[in-house]
Nanobody, 124 residues
Framework: QVQLVESGGGLVQAGGSLRLSCAAS????????MGWFRQAPGKEREFVAG????????SYADSVKGRFTISRDNAKNTVYLQMNSLRPEDTAVYYC?????????????????WGQGTQVTVSS
């Protein structure tokens, strides 16, 4: 089992940047595919980005391609989401998730463990 704790959310103006971090407990972090999801009020949780166990493969939602970058440091048991050129529509609670699978999945049901979420608010 793995426990996930997100940090780095906050309030930023449109065009600004934030970096989210997700720290994982346990010794087997490198065995998990990691993902970032977000959920805005009144909307379903949606995939943002995912990264393979080694970090060699990544996947992004079309809405964030070219603006967001996911990365991981297996030595530090941490996954990151660098968010640039933020827009008001990026406002949401952002969740880190871990999956016991080989390949990056884009569905929330494919992930086994979730963090508590961190709020990101982008003002216009």
């Amino acid at each position: 089992q793995v426990q996930l704790v997100e940090s780095g959310g906050g309030l930023v103006q449109a065009g600004g940047s934030l970096r989210l971090s997700c720290a994982a407990s346990g010794r087997t972090f490198s065995m998990y595919v990691m993902g970032w999801f977000r959920q805005a009020p009144g909307k379903e949780r949606e995939f943002v980005a995912g990264i393979s166990r080694s970090g060699g493969s990544t996947s992004y939602a079309d809405s964030v391609k070219g603006r967001f970058t996911i990365s991981r440091d297996n030595a530090k048991n941490t996954v990151y989401l660098q968010m640039n050129s933020l827009r008001p529509e990026d406002t949401a609670v952002y969740y880190c998730a871990a999956a016991q699978r080989r390949w990056v999945g884009v569905g929330a049901a494919e992930y086994d463990y979730w963090g508590q979420g961190t709020q990101v608010t982008v003002s216009s």
